[in-house]
């Protein structure tokens, strides 16, 4: 048990908006607040949306365990459209028609990344080989080898089918790079594909229902931040 227990040591659940990096959502946190200790739980890409885990002053101890907990994403992965980031982000490569293809042919293809799969990181992401981060590297127009790693995607469905769009819901580790599914189901599927857009809805038993938007947290005080904190006892028994 941690001693000396302040209700700042908590979790903060917010609705990350897009445009903003992670860690531009710790740094605002950080400034409007005065806290000293401030981190997230697993980086959205600056395009994504959703439930971003801050972890304030002592519960930072519990950032790796937090880290670690299962994620569930939903978006909208956009067939055709190839781009060098995998996501909307990126240059296009290739664009190529979009076939007529059921449901059927498309289930057929997702549920072949269900279970254990091995991912290669992108060049455009956070991961750092070496010392190095991938997306600077990408900057400079360098491109390195990749060890595949292995994740485990627990669901992955279809939530909407309206072609080229496809609106589908995931569940799977920590670590898991969705753009890099859509990448390599479009690749299957013969005519390419990307993600179009992105928001995480839960992570472990933490839910997106439960976060609040950023702009309204801003507006606070200091203490009107602490009701909307869950302290590290109540965490530890969500846990």
């Known amino acids: 048990m941690l001693p000396q227990l302040t209700p700042f040591d908590g979790v903060l659940l917010v609705d990350k908006p897009a445009r903003l990096t992670s860690h531009d959502v710790v740094d605002y946190i950080r400034r409007e607040f005065g806290f000293r200790k401030v981190g997230h739980c697993g980086t959205l890409d600056p395009a994504a949306t959703g439930l971003l885990v801050i972890v304030l002053e002592r519960a930072t101890k519990l950032q790796d365990r937090l880290m670690s907990d299962d994620k569930t994403y939903e978006g909208t992965m956009l067939l055709g459209i190839t781009t060098d980031s995998q996501d909307a982000d990126g240059k296009i490569i290739t664009e190529k028609p979009v076939p007529p293809l059921t449901a059927a042919d498309i289930e057929t293809v ?7 799969i091995q991912q290669i990181p992108p060049m455009v992401s956070a991961k750092k080989i070496g010392g190095q981060t991938l997306y600077k590297l990408a900057r400079k127009g360098k ?5 595949p790693r292995l994740v485990h995607i627990y669901d992955f469905r279809i939530l909407k089918l309206d072609l080229p769009r496809i609106d589908f819901r995931v569940t799977c580790t920590k670590g898991t790079y969705v753009r890099t599914l859509c990448y390599d189901i479009g690749e299957l599927l013969g005519c390419g594909a990307h993600l179009a857009a992105l928001r995480r809805t839960r992570s472990g038993k933490l839910d997106i229902k439960d976060a609040h938007k950023l702009e309204d947290l801003l507006k606070l005080k200091r203490n009107e931040l602490v009701s909307l904190i869950i302290p590290v006892l109540k965490l530890l028994k969500v846990e």
């Open 110 to 116: 997702i549920a072949k990344f269900r279970g254990d």
């Open 143 to 147: 491109t390195i080898e990749r060890e």
